[in-house]
């Protein structure tokens, strides 16, 4: 009986409150630091450096910082309500995140802004179809993808 309680208390817990947002896929409620699950975004800043993409034309763009943009666009100054699911190895809580019925990672994958993190949830793959058909944000031109290009530019 007490593992059915803490499993169902652990299963609805939420953080709700005003976010700061870091990046395109890490934002801040209430100290705590919240890393969306299952979409990866470009690095606005990262050991110095900020992730850039080509558009159609070849021509680089800043897409961690337009990624970043997008992010703060969507929450928009709203209460963002986030899942606990967790941490992950650098002690950010893992979450999916809400401003009203709006599902922050969909939205952000959807407009090109973040892909799918598909080695860790298929939950975002159908935006992530969506995006590239319409070539939407980083799927107009070449981009590496945020986690390879993390392990290239770490000092």
């Given at each position: ?38 979409s990866?975004?470009?690095?606005s ?10 558009d ?41 995140c ?41 799927w ?16």
């Amino acid at each position: 009986m007490l593992l059915l309680a803490i499993f169902a208390v652990n299963s609805y817990a939420e953080i709700v409150g005003k976010a700061n947002v870091t990046d395109g896929d890490t934002i801040v409620i209430n100290d705590i630091r919240i890393r969306f699950t299952g979409s990866d975004a470009p690095e606005s800043y990262f050991f110095g450096k900020t992730q850039t993409c080509l558009d159609e034309n070849g021509k680089e763009w800043e897409c961690g910082k337009a990624a970043t943009k997008k992010l703060k666009q969507l929450i928009s100054n709203q209460t963002v309500r986030c899942s606990d699911e967790g941490q992950d190895r650098y002690g950010r809580t893992l979450g999916i995140c809400y401003v009203g019925d709006m599902d922050l990672q969909a939205e952000m994958v959807k407009s090109g802004m973040a892909v799918a993190y598909l080695r860790y949830s298929d939950r975002y793959e159908q935006q992530q179809n969506y995006a590239k058909k319409v070539k939407a944000g980083m799927w107009s031109g070449t981009f590496l993808e945020p986690e390879v290009w993390r392990r290239e530019n770490r000092n």
